[in-house]
DNA sequence: CGAGCACTTGATCGCTTTCAATAGCTGTGG
DNA sequence: CCACAGCTATTGAAAGCGATCAAGTGCTCG
């Protein structure tokens, strides 16, 4: 097991300190938190929690990849979140869980009891207040994601998913737009089928023609490098600073 | 013009007083609000704001439909919003709209200027807590309608836009489940391709194919009549009280 | 070395799109 | 009252893209 000695974490230099439900909390209000905070660990694969059980707690991803995703009797299965460090998991005031949450990576889990947090949210408008940006955030990716999903072309899912990993890894780390960017594909190619509405043979020959195509360059399954991200962000049909050069 | 004498319209006899962002608000908070509101109307077709513009007001829906789009530069449009009468518009904190609302049928709204209505947020609980609430429900039916672009067939997207209009107006009338549920759809064929990432010859061929085999009639091109609910949801893959019988 | 898994690649099928023609309705003007 | 334009919707035929079915590759782990 990996279970660090997590009991340890102190909340001043955790690591999503100012990006999570807590950024706006001062340091009463931390306290408070801090009294009814735990950390859990998943493995990668390992499910979160299953669509339609009640949950106990909700909580702020501090590390790894986690997955939302909604499933249909016959089995299709379409991904509905992509949650990254500091993304928030659970929805106050509900008992039930609405989609399986499951770690694609390890994940650490910073995770409060959820009638105590529920009670705190009412006494304290910086949660709520974050809480609401957090989710306008949510919703305006989601709405990003159903123009993805219903009206691009499968070249075009591709280099947008793409996009997005780069996107949301670079605020992180603070990248150029015109130099080669690095990074590893979190998701496997069954993930990627699910977030973008194909079939992972799909995902596969797309990924092996923006290879061929120069648009990326592959080593292994998982380590990319993008040589130009106007080039992708073009493939996307985002047209990042296209129609510049007329 | 259809501009009723809308200025002497008062929250207490307002038909969203009790499901829009002033849901939570006692009669001091209401004084508050009116003192800042002011009712627009807009006819059918015509936009109420375009992506990128500055929006100098928020506010909700009180009567009519409204959409929310997305657009590519080549065209391809994406609905990611239907607005129906207690919905909000407008996100507080951010000056320029993200996508263009279109009004498809004559509409009236209730808007707060911006500035004004997010100072009140900052000192009004009960709008911040309401907003967050119909934020999380709307993030909610984005999710839900991810998997129907990602996943469903032609067949099965048409099955689940007309089982989301009847849910939605029927939370205004209670209405059964078994029984026969009649409608007019506040939707072209165009515009529920848009909401359903279809062309709208397939709109329109599934329509057909829907009413033929009695899923649905229809009289003219918009009045509706679902002989079976549980039937339409099947057909929507949703799968209702499916396997009951079994 | 072989089993298991993630991924790739090939061949074919079928659903949705595309292109095109037609129908039905409404409003306008002769 | 009818003719016609303009619009929305329907229907048909053909094409294309992604799904499906089916091998085959490469890697890791026992």
Chains 1, 2 share one sequence.
């Not at 591709?158 to 949301?168: D, E, G, N, Q, T």
């Amino acid at each position: 097991m990996n279970t660090p000695n997590i009991n340890s974490v102190n909340c001043n230099s955790c690591p999503i300190r100012h990006r999570a439900v807590c950024a706006r909390c001062n340091a009463d209000e931390l306290v408070e938190l801090d009294a009814i905070k735990y950390y859990r660990t998943y493995e990668a694969g390992q499910t979160v929690i299953w669509a339609g059980d009640i949950m106990g707690f909700v909580g702020s991803v501090v590390s790894g990849v986690a997955t939302l995703t909604q499933t249909m009797e016959d089995g299709r299965t379409q991904m509905v979140g992509l949650l990254l460090p500091s993304d928030f998991v659970g929805r106050p005031g509900r008992d039930g869980a609405a989609y399986n949450v499951v770690a694609t990576t390890n994940v650490v889990m910073c995770c409060f009891r959820k009638k105590p947090f529920e009670d705190l949210m009412e006494r304290t408008p910086h949660i709520a207040q974050r809480l609401l940006v957090m989710t306008l955030d949510e919703l305006d990716a989601a709405r990003e994601w159903m123009l993805v999903l219903g009206r691009k072309t499968a070249r075009e899912k591709i280099a947008s998913l793409l996009s997005i990993i780069v996107r949301r890894d670079a605020s992180l780390q603070s990248t150029g737009l015109g130099e080669n960017v690095v990074f590893d594909l979190p998701l496997t190619r069954e993930a990627m089928a699910d977030y973008l509405g194909l079939t992972l043979e799909t995902v596969s020959r797309q990924m092996s023609a923006l290879k061929r195509d120069g648009v990326i360059k592959l080593e292994g399954k998982r380590h990319i490098t993008v040589p130009s991200m106007g080039r992708l962000l073009e493939e996307a049909g985002d047209d990042s600073d296209g129609g510049f050069i007329g």
